[in-house]
């Protein structure tokens, strides 16, 4: 890839060299006798290039939480260190079809990767639309630097994800006001925090309720702005959060 940066590469076809990368380092790991699982040359070569593809991936749109699916399950199994030899292959032509057709037409402007609060190919295995494009609206913002928006659209995506979990578990009675509405998220976490239910890891419940304060200062702090520090002090706990309770859900 040359030339000037003005003219950067859709996204769809970065991601669809990452895949053809994979592809080939899969095949020298083989020749060499190398694991791609372990901690070598080929291995961590695969590792990153998985990583990049996420990133790429972030920036794309679909028209259908269908679509992202399908697609994330084929960056799966063409990325994974443990996909075998012709089952990579056949992924990889796979996505490489997909993104040079139906997917090509939905490459979004934006191919800076990187920065991603949640994985986009994570969160579409939940077959929840919803999820994915609230999971979309937070990336993009942590991507173009709007942190307080950034910091809002975490903040709802907790507040889901733990509704998901009660509904899972039909104790969804427990975080209800006396009218049937949902109680917001500082009832939320007060009541996830005492749920026997769920057995949440320390680093969850530790995250929670600073989730909980960058998430409400930012929606309605008046003089407080959010800052890319402010989101980097939580980003670690807001992927453990919220893939705790996917799980939780049952939706991974």
Not at 111 to 122: D, K, S, V, W
Not at 220 to 233: E, L, N, V, W
Request: charge should be positive; charged fraction near 20%.
């Amino acid at each position: 890839m040359s030339g000037s940066s003005d003219q950067a590469e859709p996204a769809s076809s970065v991601l669809d060299a990452l895949a053809q990368s994979a592809l080939d380092v899969a095949k020298k790991a083989a020749k060499h006798r190398k694991s791609l699982g372990g901690d070598n040359h080929y291995g961590n070569k695969l590792a990153q290039l998985r990583t990049d593809a996420a990133n790429a991936f972030s920036t794309m749109s679909a028209s259908t939480a269908g679509d992202t699916s399908a697609i994330a399950e084929l960056i799966d199994t063409s990325f994974s260190p443990s996909t075998g030899k012709a089952d990579r292959l056949s992924a990889v032509r796979e996505l490489s079809h997909a993104l040079r057709t139906k997917w090509k037409q939905h490459s979004a402007g934006s191919t800076n990767p990187g920065n991603e609060l949640f994985p986009l190919a994570l969160i579409a295995k939940t077959n929840r639309g919803y999820l994915l494009t609230i999971t979309r609206q937070m990336n993009g913002c942590m991507r173009e630097g709007w942190y307080d928006a950034c910091a809002v659209m975490m903040r709802r995506l907790i507040e889901l994800v733990i509704i998901e979990a009660y509904e899972h578990q039909s104790i969804e009675a427990k975080i209800k006001d006396g009218a049937g509405n949902y109680v917001q998220l500082t009832a939320l976490i007060d009541s996830v925090l005492s749920e026997p239910a769920f057995k949440l890891s320390r680093n969850a419940k530790s995250a929670l309720p600073k989730l909980r304060n960058v998430g409400h200062r930012s929606a309605h702090g008046r003089h407080f702005t959010a800052q890319q520090s402010d989101i980097a002090k939580v980003e670690d706990g807001a992927r453990v959060v919220v893939e705790e309770f996917l799980n939780h859900a049952g939706l991974l």
